[in-house]
């Protein structure tokens, strides 16, 4: 089955600090061709893009909505197929489930934003709380 897997989510307190993994299962994660987005979600809201890093073959840039800028930071695994999210300086406000999307085709971000419909493989989700 090709699917992502995301891992790391957890509760912390505020202020605190975790790191989100995103594996691939079932196929290679090559990001010269893949990009990788992430998303946070709470219940009665929409899926919010909040990283988006662009594949290597599309030269576009790594965009970091307003609420992960200076927070959180998108970095590649010594392993071809994981991607990491950092997340420093976490408040309340950041509690949701957090999803890991791949697109495929050389895709590039946009340098204003993220949108769902443009990816094509997604994890299930890990939940991170941050609460005292």
């Known amino acids: 089955q090709v699917r992502l897997v995301e891992s790391g989510g957890g509760l912390v307190q505020p202020g605190g600090s975790l790191r989100l993994s995103c594996a691939a299962s079932?196929?290679?994660?090559?990001?010269?061709?893949?990009?990788i987005g992430w998303f946070r979600q709470v219940p009665g809201k929409d899926r919010e893009g909040i990283v988006c890093?662009?594949?290597?073959?599309?030269?576009?840039?790594?965009w970091y909505g307003d609420s992960a800028k200076g927070r959180f930071t998108i970095t590649r695994g010594n392993a071809k197929n994981t991607v990491y999210l950092q997340m420093d300086s976490l408040k309340p406000d950041d509690t949701a489930v957090y999803y890991c999307?791949?697109?495929?085709?050389?895709?590039?971000?946009?340098?204003?934003?993220?949108?769902?419909?443009?990816?094509?493989?997604w994890g299930q989700g890990t939940q991170v709380t941050v609460s005292s």
């Open positions: 890093m662009s594949s290597s073959v599309s030269s576009g840039p790594t």
């Open positions: 999307a791949a697109a495929d085709s050389g895709y590039g971000c946009y340098a204003s934003g993220t949108n769902k419909d443009d990816y094509d493989y």
């Open positions: 079932g196929f290679t994660l090559d990001l010269d061709f893949y990009a």
